[in-house]
Every structure is written in C-alpha cells, then in structure tokens.
C-alpha cells in the first residue's frame, strides 16, 4: 500500500477528457431525467402573460405539437414522472448526438 499522494501533487492533478465527459453525461443525465420533476407545472412567463392578457387563444400550435416528446412528455407512457424523464433523456441523447457530429465536422475542417 502507497502513501497518500501530498496536496500540492492533488491539486495539479487533472481530470482526463474522458472522465470528464463520462461526469458531465452523467449530470446532463441527472438533470433532465431526475431534477426535472421538481419543475413547475405552472405555465411560463409567456404563457401566463398570454392567458392574462387574452391572447392565449390566438397561437397556433407548432408543427411537432403532436409529436412523441412534445409538450415535455413521452407519447405512451402513464406515469407523469417517468414520462417527462424519459424526455429529457432522450433529449439529451439527441443534443449529444447533434453536438458529436459538430464536433468531428470542425475537427476534420481542421486537419
């Protein structure tokens, strides 16, 4: 068994690129499907404004309001809770998916 590394060696230690994507998947994962159930039910700024001035009526909906994740929901799944985790997750994937895509286009600009 090894001693202890001394502060000074910890504190200049770096988090490879790796662990640090593994950690910030992980929170992005954290957020979108467990903290959100903590959000409000209540409606947006917009939309209270709207309600409370009249115009509420007047929108049309957008061209993906039937979809399957619309309305921070997922078509087919009972439970309010697990229906907006599922969102957010899949979300998730689908930002991560588009950023990954950005990200080897720049790098293969580069090259």
């Given at each position: 068994?090894?001693?202890?590394?001394?502060?000074?060696?910890?504190?200049?230690r770096?988090?490879?690129?790796?662990?640090?994507?593994?950690?910030?998947?992980?929170?992005?994962v954290?957020?979108?499907?467990?903290?959100?159930?903590?959000?409000s039910?209540?409606?947006?700024?917009?939309?209270?404004?709207?309600?409370?001035?009249?115009?509420?009526?007047?929108?049309?909906?957008?061209a993906?309001?039937?979809?399957p994740?619309?309305?921070y929901?997922?078509?087919g799944?009972?439970?309010?809770?697990?229906?907006?985790?599922?969102?957010?997750?899949?979300?998730?994937?689908?930002?991560?998916?588009?950023?990954?895509?950005?990200?080897?286009?720049?790098?293969?600009?580069?090259?």
């Amino acid at each position: 068994m090894s001693a202890p590394a001394p502060a000074e060696e910890r504190r200049g230690r770096r988090l490879s690129g790796r662990t640090a994507w593994v950690l910030g998947l992980l929170v992005c994962v954290l957020v979108a499907g467990g903290i959100s159930w903590f959000a409000s039910g209540h409606p947006d700024g917009l939309e209270f404004v709207a309600g409370q001035t009249g115009f509420a009526d007047a929108g049309r909906d957008s061209a993906t309001a039937g979809g399957p994740l619309s309305d921070y929901r997922t078509e087919g799944v009972d439970n309010s809770w697990l229906s907006g985790a599922v969102a957010g997750v899949v979300g998730c994937a689908v930002v991560l998916l588009l950023m990954t895509a950005v990200a080897l286009v720049v790098r293969r600009r580069r090259r």
